[in-house]
């Protein structure tokens, strides 16, 4: 299984949409895609929703997203036996 390269697909500009990330070469966020699929839409819905994104664009998102999500959790500490 080859792993996805978001970064060629994300960037973070503080002159567009305040710096919150986008897909390169758009001003959609990578909220507004999150928050698509949190919603339960599919790639296909968001894509018609989106027409200016691809495939591979949604992917990298989903990708960025789970790269950020075993980075950002934190780990629930052991609790201690007496």
Do not use: K, N
């Not at 080859?2 to 697909?9: I, R, S």
């Not at 949409?17 to 296909?44: F, K, M, N, W, Y």
């Not at 949604?58 to 007496?82: C, K, N, Q, R």
């Amino acid at each position: 299984m080859q792993v996805m390269d978001y970064q060629q697909f994300i960037v973070r500009d503080p002159r567009v949409c305040g710096g919150q990330p986008v897909i390169r070469g758009t001003r959609v966020t990578l909220q507004t895609v999150l928050a698509s699929l949190a919603d339960g839409d599919g790639i296909d819905e968001i894509l018609a929703d989106l027409p200016t994104l691809t495939r591979s664009q949604v992917e990298a998102v989903i990708a960025f997203a789970a790269a950020s999500a075993s980075e950002d959790l934190p780990t629930p500490g052991v609790p201690h036996l007496t």
